[in-house]
């Protein structure tokens, strides 16, 4: 195994979680990202420190003389969160200039050595509100290859990852530190494309051995239908599928994942999963202009996969926005079109569907717009920083401030979601404005 250089920032970050013991913090170094990241115990707050030299545009929380402070928590910053990040950053004010001076001398090439798994094989988004934890959740990235190339995908397919073998002593020794906390744990299992990575029945034999509270495979089914497959996989313990499939036409799907020829493969693999009993079955539709009106459509064809005599013990139908990602521009599409088509979709009923997933859904005050959608509106979304923009702001003359990846209007100051919703995805806000907000009483 490659050396590692001597790491400066050890002791460093000792100093300064002591200086800050009063808030329990852990600081580490990532190599795939060279920043350090900062979790405080028993609170679901994190930070990525990165110096102001390696920073580009982008949501952050402070920049301080040598550094640029983010808020990486996937449920953002609470309110609660306020004084505990008062107090580290009053901490690392003291240390800055030395933090700043040992990230910078990381190199790329002692940060990334391929083999030393720069994909992390476990991300902890244990999501906690006022202190408490309301669902623990891990995702398990065992490859970062694809068998498909959508082109709304945010994942870095040159990552590298763990070797085989170390994933699974890496898997145990997570199993093994986190004993207790594991039968309430669920494991999302990702990539890349799970079901290309040999580790994953073993993986996931593993989980079920020492007890996971549940593993998810994410997929595109594409494999779905070779001889065993599924079998093996519900073999190894997976009980439950999320499948990704954007539209019931061959055209937009094969558009849409960058592929030629798979659409009756992940057809078939659906409908293979949908015969086998007891899997719970989640398939995502990733809403583009492209495929929004062929939701009701791809809703009709799942159920007719299913047909009557479907033994999967759940089938639902789950809508996806888009992350902010370079193909937003050319993919995006206003929250008032596709609530006809959301509408029509749970009318008709064909499948159930569940709530609104991704950053740029809707927020709550839009949705209760279009009534009939209301019900998949998530009332809880991020709620990184937000500018709020002046009455009467109007994108073309006025940019959004730099550094702002979310935007809300003036109104959302009174409306009762303010502290917990993150109004539009700033890409959303600069294309069709804030019109639509409506401050919401209560
Ligand atoms: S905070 Fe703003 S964007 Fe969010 S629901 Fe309220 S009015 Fe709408």
């Known amino acids: ?226 001889p065993g497959f599924l079998d093996a996989i519900w073999g190894s313990g997976i009980r439950k599928l999320f499948l990704s499939f954007h539209s019931h036409q061959e055209k937009t799907y094969d558009l849409l994942t960058g592929t030629k020829g798979l659409f009756p493969k992940a057809s078939r693999g659906i409908k293979e999963v949908l015969k086998r009993p007891f899997f719970e079955v989640t398939c995502n539709v990733v809403l583009t202009k492209r495929n929004y009106k062929d939701l009701p459509g791809l809703a009709a064809l799942l159920a007719g996969l299913a047909g009557s005599k479907a033994k999967t013990k759940t089938l639902n139908l789950c809508i996806s926005a888009m992350n902010e990602n370079p193909a937003w521009d050319e993919l995006c599409v206003p929250h008032a079109k596709t609530a006809v088509y959301l509408r029509k979709t749970l009318k008709e009923g064909k499948v159930p569907m569940t709530a609104f997933m991704g950053d740029c859904a809707m927020p709550v005050c839009v949705g209760s717009l279009y009534k009939a959608s209301a019900a998949i509106v998530p009332s809880a979304r991020v709620d990184t920083a937000a500018w709020y923009a002046p009455a009467g702001w109007a994108p073309d003359s006025s940019p959004v401030p730099t550094g702002f990846l979310r935007v809300k209007s003036e109104a959302c100051r009174k409306c009762r979601f303010d502290p917990v919703c993150g109004g539009l995805a700033s890409r959303y806000a600069r294309r069709f404005g804030v019109s639509e907000l409506r401050s919401v009483k209560g």
Request: glycine share 6%.
């Open 1 to 226: 195994m490659p050396v590692m250089n001597p790491q400066p920032w050890v002791p460093l970050f000792k100093k300064l979680d002591a200086s800050l013991r009063r808030s329990s913090c852990k600081t580490v170094f990532d190599p795939g990202t060279r920043t350090a990241k900062v979790a405080m115990a028993g609170r679901a707050l994190e930070l990525m420190i990165c110096p102001k030299s390696r920073y580009g545009d982008g949501p952050f929380y402070k920049k301080t003389p040598h550094l640029v402070v983010c808020v990486a928590s996937k449920h953002g910053l609470a309110p609660a969160d306020a004084e505990h990040l008062a107090a580290y950053l009053a901490g690392l004010e003291k240390v800055e200039a030395e933090l700043s001076r040992c990230l910078e001398d990381v190199s790329p090439e002692s940060a990334a050595k391929p083999g030393e798994g720069v994909q992390p094989l476990i991300q902890d988004l244990t999501l906690r509100q006022a202190e408490r934890v309301v669902g623990k959740l891990c995702l398990l990235s065992l490859t970062m290859r694809c068998n498909q190339a959508c082109l709304f995908c945010p994942v870095l397919r040159d990552v590298p990852v763990l070797p085989e073998a170390k994933i699974m002593s890496e898997l145990a020794a997570y199993c093994r530190a986190n004993k207790a906390l594991l039968p309430a744990t669920s494991f999302l299992i990702t990539g890349g494309e799970p079901t290309l990575s040999p580790a994953l029945e073993p993986a996931v034999r593993l989980l079920a051995k020492e007890g996971a509270g549940s593993c998810t495979l994410l997929s595109n089914a594409v494999r779905f239908a070779e």
